[in-house]
Every structure is written in C-alpha cells, then in structure tokens.
DNA sequence: GGAACCCTACTCGGATACGGCGTGTCCGAGTGGCTTCGG
DNA sequence: CCGAAGCCACTCGGACACGCCGTATCCGAGTAGGGTTCC
C-alpha cells in the first residue's frame, strides 16, 4: 500500500513547470538532473503526465515538456492519477458472495458494504487532493522557500532547457 | 497502490464476529469455509489482527478468535491498519535535497510542502476510515440482509466453531 | 467411578515457493533545430 | 551568399532485467478439550 516514487517525481517536475515563461520547455536532462534522479525512468514519469494530458512536449532538439493547462487548473489529484492510475485502493473481491448459507441469486446486485465504507475513504482521499491546485503550492513555496533560492534554480534549469 | 486482499478477509472476518455469543470462537477452518478463501493464508489476516489486540484468541480444540472490544470500539480504520500496518501510503524522499541550486544545509528541516499535502490527504482517508465502527456495520448488515440469512449464516459458523 | 493418559483439533510462528509489479536500464524510431557543405 | 543535406539532442515507446513484496502453502511447536484406558 505504498504510492510509487514516481508520483513523488511527478509532483517535484510538475512544481518547478509552474513558473516557466511562455514558449520555454524544461528538458527530461535537465529535470532529472535538478533532482537527483534516473533520466530514463523519470521519463516514464512524464510520459504518464503526458498521457493524461497534464504536460505539453515538443520533441527534438531544445524539445522537452511544459504545463498544458494554468497552474490553478491542476490538482495534485491530477498529478497523482496520472501516474498511479484512476482504479480504487480497495478492490472488492465480493466474497460475500461465497457465503453457504447465501441463497442463489441473493446479494450479487448492489455493492458490498464493507466496500462502500472503503471506497468511501478512498473519495475522502481524492477530494483532499483535488482540493490542493498547482497554483496553492507555488504560493506554499514562495512562501517557504527563500527567493534567492528558487531565482536560482530558475536559471539553472533554463539554461539546460530550450 | 492497492490495498492487500487480506484487508477484506479481515474486515469480513470482524463483521462475521461482532455478533458471536459471549464464551464462543470461531475457528480459522470455519472462517475460511465461510468466505470461501485458502485457510493457512486467512489465518495470516487474523494473526494480524491477533498482534493489533483487535481480536483474541483461545488455543487448542474448540479454540479459534472472537472481538476483544465491543463492536462500537473498533473501527475500519483499526483493523486496515492491524493489516496493512500505520505507516502513511506516501513516502517522501526528499528529493527537493538533491537541488544544486540548495546552499548546504537549507531545506533539511520541516517537512517539504508536497509531502504534507499528500500526507494530509492521507488523514483525510484515515479519518473517514476510523469514523466507521463495526456496529456501525452490523447495523447496516442487519438493514440490508434479509433476517434469515444473517441467522442461518451465524448458525453455520456456530455449528463448526467451539 | 474416578483419575491419568493419549489423541485430536486448533493457534501461532517460521520457512519456503511463486508470480506480479515497481524499479531501473537500454535501444530504436521519429522529429526539430543547428551546423556544415555545395552550388 | 544562400539553400540543402547531415548531425545532434530530445521525445516517445517498447523490450528487458532485477528485486521486493503480496500471495499461497507447508510444517513444527505448543496448548486445551474430549475420549479412552487403567486402577
């Protein structure tokens, strides 16, 4: 019951493409160097986003990927989906089902109860990560983080990027 | 990202004993029987729940698990967890470390932004799953399973439990 | 008839095997910009 | 001097290897109750 790391990946790129000028793309390189991770399976990530429609890429040279949509039009759910897919956590084997003493026919329309509580939970998840925008975090950031720094970081990953 | 199929055993489980009589068990063999599911690996689940102090257990014939609390005192939440265990689905990897930008020493404290959020939606899964109990569910087992069912189901795990 | 014994059924924990999936790497196809070469 | 061809860097997708973990099974130790046997 562990997301995978990618997502945390995803998150981290999807942050640093909030503030990119128009007309800019950050490349696979220079975001997989900037944090520390494996290009070619950072790739995969992207992709994913990608996939969903969250990024924009332009291929060959000075190529790479840019937000699709406004940083307040992408939630961490989103993100999240993108890369972990839309299926529940909870996935109802029904064994109810199984019951002897069940009558045939009884019980195999409408959802199990248990599993309504379950994905219950799992539609508290997603609201409280579709509550969350791009937007927000940048703000959380600027607010955090010192402005030297992320001026900084800025043109380091503009100077890898087209 | 998906929950292990134990956690249902275990929850099917629970909601089969919140309405076992006062002095009674109920056997792995007759539990496994019931939900239709491979005996050596429910008695995992319900080893699991043992080790969380959800159930107890008496050994030798006859022997087998019933509730240490009252229905009311366990919640899904309780028993999700005894399963799947209390660390969070998110692991934060500090990614944000690797930044070449980052001056030495900056950024190691305080959580980084993108985990609290995601850790925050993970309370809100965690809330809703402890806001549920399991009288709460024999209540709507009760509502929605016709009466006869319900007790001939319980007379067949009596009949084979000591 | 009562007590001691054994047998059985169960819990509990460890050991083991298997498969799927997350993780990570590699490679080839396609594409656009830059450099270079030829007219 | 200018246009065209080649080169390079990047995206994108597929193929593949590795290792962990969820799934599943088996076995042995320990324990309690019931049946059996012996006094």
Known sequence: MNLKNQVEWALHCCAVMCSLPD???L???ALSEFHGVP???L???LQSLSRAGLVETTPGAAGGYRLARS???VSFLDIVEAVEGRKSTFLCANIR???PCRPRG??????CPIARVMWQADEAWRRSLA???LHDLSGELARTVPGDVLARSQNWLLDRAG
Chains 1, 2 share one sequence.
């Open 131 to 133: 509550s969350v925008s």
């Open 27 to 29: 490349s696979t390189k």
């Open 43 to 45: 790739s995969k990530a």
């Open 97 to 99: 089902a199984n019951n």
């Open 106 to 111: 009884h019980c195999d329309d409408g959802p």
């Open 71 to 73: 940083p307040a039009a």
């Open 23 to 25: 007309g800019r793309f």
């Open 39 to 41: 290009k070619e399976y």
